[in-house]
C-alpha cells in the first residue's frame, strides 16, 4: 500500500511508520520535524517537511506525492494541535493554530489527494480524533480548543463518509483514549496512561489496513480510561 501518516516524528505516528514499513508499505510522512525519522533507513520511507498551519506547505508536499505515485490508499490524520490553557485565557491565535492542524488540515489534504484516491481499490482515510471530542465523553478544563476541534474533525468524518463514498472512499475516525505520549504529558501532567504509543500504533494500523472493509462514516472511541 501507499500510505500518508501526518504528525510521524513522534509517538503514535513516529511507531505507525515502523508499523508499515515492517509491513512492506510505502509511507509518506508529513511533519515539521525530519530529525527523529532520518533514524529509520528503508527504501520505502519518504519524509516531507511540512507544516499542516501553511497552506502553502501543504500545497508542496501534495506536488511531491502526486510525482511519486499514481495512487494513494490510506491516508492517516494523526497530527494533533494542543493548547493546554484556561478557556478565558486562550487567544484567537491559539485557537486559530489549533484548529488549522486538527481540521482545517485533514479537510484540505484530503480534498487535494482526491484524484489519487479509491482509483483501483477502496481507499482508507482515518481520523485520529480524542474522546474529548468524543459527545458524551468526560471533558476536562483547560482544553476546549483542542477537544472542540477534535469534535469538528468528528463531524467532518461523517460529512465526507457521505460525501466520498461513490468515490470508492470510505472515511472513519478513531477516538483515541490516554497514550502516553508528549501530548498526554502537556494535557495532564503526571498522568501514567495504561497505553504506550506502540501499543496504540498496532491498533490503528489493523484498523488502517481493514477497517474499510467493514465501517464507513463511524467514529469509534478506542479508550479503556478516563482520561
Known amino acids: 500500500m501507499n500510505v500518508i501518516i501526518t504528525g510521524a516524528s513522534r509517538g503514535i505516528g513516529f511507531e505507525l511508520v515502523q508499523q508499515f514499513l515492517n509491513a512492506g508499505d510505502t ?3 508529513l511533519t515539521r520535524n525530519l530529525e527523529p525519522l532520518k533514524t529509520i533507513s528503508h527504501p520505502n520511507l519518504k519524509s516531507i517537511s511540512t507544516d499542516l498551519s501553511s497552506q502553502e506547505s501543504m500545497d508542496d508536499a501534495v506536488a511531491f506525492i502526486k510525482k511519486e505515485v499514481k495512487q494513494m490508499d490510506c491516508i492517516i490524520h494523526n497530527a494533533g494541535s494542543l493548547v493546554n490553557k484556561p478557556y478565558e485565557t486562550i487567544s484567537y491565535k491559539e485557537l486559530g493554530e489549533v484548529y488549522k492542524v486538527n481540521v482545517f488540515a485533514p479537510y484540505y489534504l484530503t480534498q487535494q489527494l482526491l484524484p489519487l484516491l479509491g482509483k483501483k481499490s ?3 482515510i482515518v481520523n485520529i480524533s480524542s474522546m474529548g471530542g468524543f459527545q458524551g ?17 468528528v463531524g467532518l468524518t461523517e460529512c465526507l463518509a457521505e460525501e466520498l463514498k461513490e468515490k470508492n472512499i470510505s472515511v472513519n475516525c478513531l477516538a483515541i483514549g490516554a497514550v502516553q505520549t508528549e501530548m498526554l504529558a502537556e494535557a495532564f501532567p503526571g498522568y501514567q496512561a495504561p497505553l504506550s504509543p506502540k501499543q496504540m500504533a498496532e491498533y490503528i494500523f489493523d484498523f488502517a489496513a481493514k477497517g474499510h472493509l467493514y465501517y464507513n462514516g463511524k467514529i469509534l472511541p478506542v479508550s479503556s480510561s478516563t482520561p
Request: overall charge positive; glycine content about 4%; aromatic content about 14%.
Open 122 to 124: 477502496k481507499a482508507h
Open 137 to 153: 465523553s468526560s471533558k476536562f478544563a483547560g482544553l476546549s480548543a483542542y477537544s472542540s476541534s477534535k469534535a469538528a474533525l
Open 27 to 29: 509511507v509518506f510522512c
